[in-house]
């Protein structure tokens, strides 16, 4: 099966613009995450979804950071504007509804952001 | 709540020795505990998994675990290492029930000596 698929792989931007990047699951997972994972540290979840719904979003940075995942599908995650803080590696994962403990994730390939 | 530490940063070994990656976790109720690997410019892949049942559980690789809930560890082994094997390691603790929410450790980097 396809894994997890994402773009840009990478992306250099300048403070205060904005960003946008892009998942595709695979096919038939209902939950979909956005991870960022700064050097050095591990992955912090920023957004859950369940099909087109949010599950949790505790965690994401509202002021700058949105997400959409229309149809249930595919994924947007854009910052705007970016601060260098954001310079991070940016990873899409998705599940089967429910069976993330069992199955555990397939992640993508991630976006490395650098902000300057 | 539930947290993952993960004891050392980088842990070096040389081609052919054990490797020992160390995880400790805490959680109010039974958690499910994985070891994820990550190569460079990578996302991260599935290397075992613990949920229910047996506590030793294999994974890929050669790599396995042990859970160890007197002690709240699941540390990562694997007999003898390989060049390949360099990479970097998280440890994650899945709260079961309604939501799962995942929490990862730190990560420690593997190097492997030739």
């Known amino acids: 099966e396809a894994g997890v698929a994402q773009s840009p792989r990478y992306k250099i931007i300048e403070k205060r613009q904005s960003v946008a990047f892009w998942c595709n699951p695979i096919?038939?997972?209902?939950?979909l995450y956005w991870y960022q994972q700064i050097l050095g540290q591990g992955p912090k979840l920023l957004i859950q979804?369940?099909?087109?719904?949010?599950?949790?979003d505790s965690q994401l940075p509202k002021d700058r950071f949105s997400a959409e995942r229309l149809k249930g599908v595919d994924s947007t995650l854009k910052i705007q504007p970016a601060k260098l803080e954001d310079s991070a590696v940016y990873l899409c994962?998705?599940?089967?509804?429910?069976?993330?403990?069992?199955?555990?994730?397939?992640f993508g390939s991630g976006t490395r952001l650098t902000v300057v | 709540a539930q947290s993952v530490t993960q004891l050392g940063s980088h842990v070096s070994v040389s081609e052919g020795a054990l490797v020992l990656l160390r995880c400790n976790y805490s959680?109010?109720?039974?958690?499910?505990l994985f070891w994820y690997v990550q190569y460079p410019n990578q996302g991260l892949q599935l290397l075992l998994k613990?949920?229910?049942?047996?506590?030793l559980v294999k994974g890929i690789n050669g790599f396995e675990a042990e859970f160890k809930k007197s002690e709240t560890s699941f540390h990562l082994t694997k007999p003898s290492a390989h060049m390949s094997d360099a990479a970097e390691y998280f440890c994650?603790?899945?709260?079961?029930?309604?939501?799962?929410?995942?929490?990862f450790g730190t990560g420690t980097k593997l190097q492997v000596i030739p």
């Open positions: 994962a998705s599940s089967p509804a429910g069976q993330a403990p069992f199955y555990g994730y397939t």
């Open positions: 994650a603790v899945i709260r079961g029930g309604g939501y799962q929410k995942v929490t």
């Open positions: 979804f369940q099909n087109n719904g949010v599950v949790d």
């Open positions: 096919s038939g997972h209902a939950t």
């Open positions: 959680s109010s109720v039974p958690p499910y």
């Open positions: 613990y949920t229910t049942g047996a506590t």
